[in-house]
Structure formats: C-alpha cells, structure tokens
C-alpha cells in the first residue's frame, strides 16, 4: 500500500464524503449488524456550474453545519480525469516484483517518475483461498494511480473545510462495494453492470463471478453525455467485451443505473435497445437494511436529491461495511 492515508477512526465516526460534478453528498453509517446500517446523517447540496475549491469547501462546511455532521473525518471519492484505474495479471510475482512492474506500467500511462504519483492495487482472491495466497501461476487485480498533483489539490479543498480524509477511495468501487453490500450473497455465476452517470463522467463496476471487479471511470471532456449517447453507448459496449473477451469473465446479463442524469428515460431505454440488455435503475434506500434516525430522515426521503447520495453511502459503507 503506498498511497499516504492512515486508517485514524474518530471517536464520533467517519462519513463518506462525495463532491461529483453538481452536487456534495455525505452520508454516516453506523453498522448495526451484517447487513443491517444506522443512517445517523446525510445530506446533499448543489454546486453553481464551474464551482472554484475555495467554493466547493464553502459549500462542504455549510453542509456538515446543516444536516448536524460532528465527525470531521472522511472516507472521499476521488474525481479527476487523470485517475488511472487497470487490470492487471501477471505471472506469479513476489510482492516486490510486484510493486516494481505496477510503477513502471504508471510511469509509462503518465510519463511521470514515482515521487510524482500514488498508487495503491487490490488483489483478486482466487475460490477458496484467501487473499494471502493467491494462485501460484498467477496474479491478478487492478491498481489506481493518480498524479500527487491532483490528490494534494483535493486534500487541500477538504483542508479548508476542516475535514480529514482517512480513506481515499475510487467512485467506481464505492458503487461496487454499496451493490455487494446486498446482493453480494447471489453474485455467483451471471455477471453485472453498475453504471454511474453524470454530466461529463460516467463510472463503470462491471461484476463478475467470485466478485472479480473491472473498475472504470470514463470521462467526456467537452460535451454532455446526453448530447451524445452513441458515444456513451459506445464506451459502454467496448467495456463490456474488454470484460468478456480479454479478461475472460462471463458476458454482463443486465445494466443497473445509478445517478442523476438518468431523469432522462429516453436514454435508459436508448442503453436497452443499443446494448441488446435489460436495464434498470436501483435505489439503495429501498433496500431493507438501512434504520433512519431523525437527523437524516429528510435529506434520506428527498427523491430529487437521493441520486446525488449513492456514491456517499457506498464510501460511508467502506468503513462501516
């Protein structure tokens, strides 16, 4: 592990923190028991267009003040179009080796040296063993790197809100692991595809057998994706085969949108028909396991703001899952 945040649990908890493009969530959990969560707090406010860090940590601090948020820590999603997140599989390699090849395949994606960047990987635990011991002919798992630029920007913008981050995660897993969290148990055997959408990113979980995991996070720089659904639709579709074809998992049974952006019902049937695959759309809240407290119940029941919190409770459910 070498990205530079230590596990530091507050006494009064850690909240999953998520600044997407027009919107900042926070979501806190309490773990009552196996899939069984306390919303303690959530909260959701909106971003003016084109919103400056000093803006965004205004907004963050009027939040945590608004919707009663005590813990100044946070598990945060990172967002920024230099996040790098691949696959990977090699033949067997030590832990050194290991480490040795992922930074050169950085160095190379980013044309920096390794001062100038983190990286941090996930291995793929083979059935019935555990992650300590993988196969012996091979390893294999995705790694996320991104510029020490862009990481210390937003460590500074949470900075100014008075908040310490204690996990830096990835948006795309976060939506994994929410998914998981309760249809985990059945994940055996037919393959799935969890679709954030926004404005100009879309974030890719596609599911597999075993819980293997292709992370993803595409962005459309210049243009909305709803002013160009071919090309969305493209992108989509050529992950889908890199995950069939190239890494050997089981052809995607069925899309499952999350995100505000998918209001538009036209592009939700657009997906089904150009995709050739059912498509629907999940609300976490609607799932049994979540006990309400007072604090949270009104920004929990607002349907208009509810898309903007999924990503929050999937990195709220990172420390508390």
């Known amino acids: 592990m070498t990205m530079p945040w230590t596990m530091l649990m507050a006494e009064d908890g850690v909240a999953g923190l998520d600044v997407s493009e027009r919107s900042v969530s926070a979501v806190r959990l309490r773990r009552k028991s196996k899939g069984h969560w306390e919303v303690r707090n959530a909260g959701v406010m ?16 009027t939040l945590w003040r608004q919707h009663q948020l005590s813990c100044t820590s946070v598990c945060y999603g990172q967002r920024s179009p230099t996040l790098l997140v691949r696959h990977f599989r090699y033949p067997f390699l030590t832990d050194a080796e290991l480490r040795s090849t992922l930074r050169l395949a950085v160095e190379e994606e980013f044309q920096l040296p390794v001062e100038q960047y983190y990286l941090d990987w996930h291995l793929f635990r083979q059935p019935g063993r555990p992650v300590s011991q993988p196969r012996e002919d091979q390893v294999e798992g995705f790694f996320v790197a991104v510029p020490k630029r862009d990481a210390q920007r937003q460590l500074g913008l949470l900075a100014a809100a008075g908040l310490q981050p204690v996990i830096l ?21 037919e393959a799935v595809g969890l679709v954030n959408l926004q404005d100009h990113c879309v974030d890719l979980a596609l599911l597999g ?8 996070s595409i962005y459309s720089p210049t243009r909305v ?22 890494l050997s998992q089981a052809s995607v049974r069925k899309l499952v949108l999350v995100g505000p952006i998918l209001r538009a019902r036209e592009l939700r049937e657009h997906l089904q028909e150009a995709l050739a695959l059912p498509v629907e759309q999940w ?27 999924v990503i929050s409770i999937g990195l709220a459910m990172r420390i508390n899952g």
């Open 283 to 309: 609300d976490p809240r609607r799932e049994p396991g979540f006990h309400v407290t007072r604090a949270a119940r009104a920004a929990w029941q607002d349907d208009a703001h509810l898309p903007l919190s």
């Open 209 to 216: 057998d075993n819980r293997f995991l292709h992370a993803r």
């Open 169 to 189: 995660d990835v948006r795309s897993t976060a939506l994994a692991n929410l998914f998981l969290a309760f249809h985990g148990d059945g994940q055996t055997g």
């Open 225 to 246: 994706w709803e002013q160009d659904w071919d090309r969305l639709v493209d992108n989509i579709r050529n992950e889908l085969k890199y995950f069939e074809f190239k």
């Open 46 to 61: 909106e971003l003016v267009q084109d919103a400056t860090d000093q803006e965004v940590a205004r907004v963050i601090h």
